[in-house]
């Protein structure tokens, strides 16, 4: 398989896990008897010809041996600092960049209700040559995101409860899987990094989720709906576990 016909992914695992009560990587920690990681490998391996896994220097050994143990083509980055998703994404760039895939798909190490078919939908959308960015999403209440689109239907404005936004009763939202285009990560994703309005206006941290309207204004952004609603669970606390055990039974 050809450097330009592999497909990537990134995988911001910077994460404590603390309010989960764990004392390792988060990604690191159990979820229906398996680490995180493991059913990411399990979901994601089909598709995904190199991993690009981005830790805390802290926990740089524990995941590159569960990488090992799993079997992934993985690269280990660090994040040295916690200062937002976009600096952890962008972390694996000039790895990526000498040697560039068609796609590079993204995922927060969390996500793992995604169902596999959602991601042979994904891997079946072509990432094109220019600046494209595909998405699933699901209508859900009470959404911690929510997509505002303009009458076109392009995504223009992120809504991010933590940012302190107003939220609708019932919204639109990401899934944590993203696949872009070779031009969309290795272009405009530096691009929108080093633009002034990419830190939260309440957090201050450098989000990722707002890059989806940067892409609309020069390229495009693509979305199908999640198969289930709990697709989107990330698992953040106990009851977060509790819920994504239940749906993984009930699959």
Not at 162 to 179: H, K, Q, S, T, V
Request: hydrophobic share 45%; charged share 20%.
């Amino acid at each position: 398989m050809t450097a330009t016909a592999r497909r990537v992914l990134v995988l911001p695992a910077a994460g404590t896990g603390s309010r989960l009560g764990s004392s390792h990587a988060k990604v690191l920690h159990p979820v229906a008897g398996r680490p995180m990681l493991a059913h990411l490998a399990a979901l994601h391996g089909p598709w995904i010809d190199r991993w690009h896994v981005v830790v805390r220097p802290v926990d740089r050994d524990a995941v590159a041996a569960a990488c090992a143990s799993l079997g992934l083509e993985a690269t280990i980055h660090e994040q040295p600092k916690p200062i937002g998703m976009l600096d952890a994404v962008l972390r694996p760039l000039e790895a990526i960049r000498r040697e560039p895939p068609a796609c590079v798909w993204i995922t927060w190490c969390d996500q793992i209700g995604i169902r596999p078919d959602t991601l042979a939908r994904l891997a079946e959308t072509p990432c094109g040559d220019g600046a494209t960015l595909t998405l699933p999403t699901c209508r859900k209440a009470e959404p911690y995101i929510h997509l505002d689109r303009d009458g076109a239907g392009r995504v223009h404005y992120v809504r991010h409860r933590r940012e302190g936004d107003a939220m609708p009763a019932e919204g639109e939202a990401d899934a944590g899987l993203f696949a872009l285009s070779a031009a969309a990560y290795l272009d405009e994703l530096p691009r929108y990094a080093a633009a002034p309005d990419a830190a939260g206006a309440t957090t201050g941290e450098r989000n990722f989720l707002p890059f989806l309207p940067w892409i609309e204004r020069v390229g495009h952004v693509a979305t199908f709906p999640c198969l289930d609603p709990e697709e989107t669970i990330g698992v953040n606390t106990p009851a977060d576990v509790a819920a994504v055990e239940a749906y993984l039974a009930r699959r």
